[in-house]
């Protein structure tokens, strides 16, 4: 069941929500987070029944595992390893088994000679999100960080379905306590005009927005993967592909993140924002402080600090880098394309930290490319989107031949443009559309400000000078209600066609 899907927004949606207000005027508070719980996993369900005894066994061994890893905790310093070591290998098992045994053994097939036979294992949906949220939980537990939830408490925190599928990754100490506050229950004329306005903007970014973009970028990856097409694909119409598919991606997952802040507040909770201007960052240590936060401050807590992070000199400071962030690629999917992704921002990422040190020991400071005057903001800028978007080409390829044949285009290497047009009518600009809208994009993610500013954080953003005083501010009134009903029955209009978030691949 997919957020764009009439069948979410004309039926779950709906009845999910009349119903959990409705439990939640009666005296038990336990009600209506079971309901919200069963509907949860109904919508889980929806794609592949038998996969939900799977998430209900994930969810019940690492509840057991969390419980016992919180007593242990409270004892002699290190009882609790052994049980953590294998809380953390039984979901490693399980979302290696699913998403990365068919690539292991297709190359070790390879090098071997071997064709072990198996072609495909069907991926349960979400497997990496909930995954990782568990994993954090488990380690947490171990610490002494977590407190001892309920089993309807942790089930609901893993299976909440605005969260389920794609992220964001959340965190139980975000999450869990919200469910326990009264306050949470009471129905907000305010909070519901928010959570619509949040589910609107997500709902255009993908159907109005990332599903157009979709319709220039994808022939021409298609093209670079068959080689015959490859040798011929111009550099106009290669970086045409390349920059629609790095918009393309962004409001398609952006748009997935706002819905989910949407509905989470349509019951009552608040998520985490995921994204934060990202196509605004000034170097890649920015970006990544901007771009899927949740998944971001996962591999730093959780992976490069338990690998030393930055406290065993610089040498193994950057090799941790680089190795947190191939894991990171690794994450996105079981294919060396992604490998090549992450190794990529791990390299970016290490350029870009020994630059700030150099700066640092020159006396300029320890800023980026971006610090100073207007003129290197935009420079940082631009050559930040560079390398994000050179990145990209790897991440969205088939294959590494098609992403070399992408990056080959995209030099000149077969010329620049194969028909030129001389722009003399609206006629002409009309044969640019795709370069016009793909400029235009570009230039509201790297001007405008984002949907939480202008939404959630309108007022809090506009008396500290972050939205521009020309832009009109989202207030609770009726004129704004109605511009988001337009808005939102125009994009119902757009719905001819379902497709799915780039993330529910991963």
């Not at 699913?98 to 072609?119: C, E, H, P, Q, T």
């Not at 030393?308 to 950057?318: E, F, L, P, S, V």
């Not at 994009?491 to 691949?505: A, C, D, K």
Request: proline letters at 4%.
């Amino acid at each position: 069941m997919l957020f764009n899907s009439w069948v979410f927004i004309g039926a779950f949606l709906p009845v999910t929500l009349v119903v959990y207000r409705l439990l939640a005027l009666q005296p038990n508070p336990r009600i209506p987070l079971l309901w919200l719980t069963l509907a949860s996993l109904f919508f889980y369900g929806w794609w592949n029944p038998s996969h939900v005894l799977l998430l209900l066994a994930s969810v019940l061994f690492n509840h057991a595992a969390g419980a016992r890893l919180g007593v242990l905790s409270r004892g002699p310093a290190g009882s609790m390893r052994p049980l953590l070591a294998l809380g953390v290998t039984v979901n490693l098992l399980l979302i290696g088994y699913y998403k990365y045994s068919v690539f292991l053994l297709d190359n070790v097939g390879a090098l071997a000679g071997i064709d072990f036979g198996i072609r495909a294992v069907v991926l349960p949906l979400g497997i990496s999100f909930f995954t990782f949220q568990q994993i954090a939980y488990l380690v947490d537990a171990a610490e002494g960080e977590s407190t001892d939830y309920g089993l309807v408490d942790y089930c609901l925190f893993v299976t909440f379905f605005p969260q389920l599928i794609a992220g964001p990754i959340v965190h139980h100490k975000d999450l869990m306590p919200q469910f326990s506050r009264p306050e949470n229950l009471r129905f907000s004329h305010e909070g519901f005009a928010l959570g619509l306005a949040f589910f609107t903007v997500g709902l255009w970014k993908k159907v109005v927005l990332a599903d157009q973009l979709a319709t220039y970028a994808t022939p021409v990856f298609d093209a670079a993967s068959i080689r015959a097409s490859a040798e011929v694909l111009t550099a106009a119409e290669a970086w045409t592909g390349a920059l629609a598919y790095s918009l393309q991606l962004y409001f398609d997952f952006s748009g997935y993140s706002d819905m989910a802040v949407g509905l989470g507040l349509l019951f009552g909770v608040r998520l985490p924002f995921n994204f934060n201007s990202p196509y605004q960052a000034t170097d890649i240590i920015d970006f990544w402080r901007r771009w899927h936060i949740t998944l971001s401050e996962f591999l730093r807590d959780y992976l490069y600090i338990r690998l030393g992070g930055n406290r065993h000199g610089k040498a193994r400071r950057y090799l941790n880098l680089f190795l947190t962030m191939v894991l990171g690629g690794l994450w996105h999917g079981a294919g060396w394309t992604f490998i090549v992704w992450g190794a990529l921002h791990g390299v970016y990422l290490i350029v870009n930290h020994g630059w700030r040190a150099l700066r640092s020991r020159l006396g300029l400071g320890n800023g980026g490319l971006g610090s100073g005057s207007l003129g290197g903001i935009w420079f940082g800028r631009g050559l930040t989107f560079l390398c994000v978007t050179i990145a990209w080409v790897f991440f969205r390829a088939t294959s590494l031949e098609g992403a070399f044949a992408m990056l080959h285009a995209m030099t000149g290497a077969n010329g620049w443009t194969a028909d030129p047009v001389e722009l003399g009518s609206v006629a002409d600009l009309f044969a640019y559309r795709h370069e016009i809208l793909i400029a235009s994009l570009l230039a509201v993610c790297m001007l405008a400000p984002n949907s939480q500013a202008w939404l959630f954080g309108a007022a809090e953003a506009g008396r500290k000078g972050l939205l521009p005083p020309w832009l009109p501010r989202w207030r609770f009134t009726p004129l704004w209600a109605g511009v988001a009903a337009c808005c939102f029955l125009f994009t119902l209009t757009r719905l001819t066609s379902v497709s799915e978030f780039i993330y529910f691949n991963f």
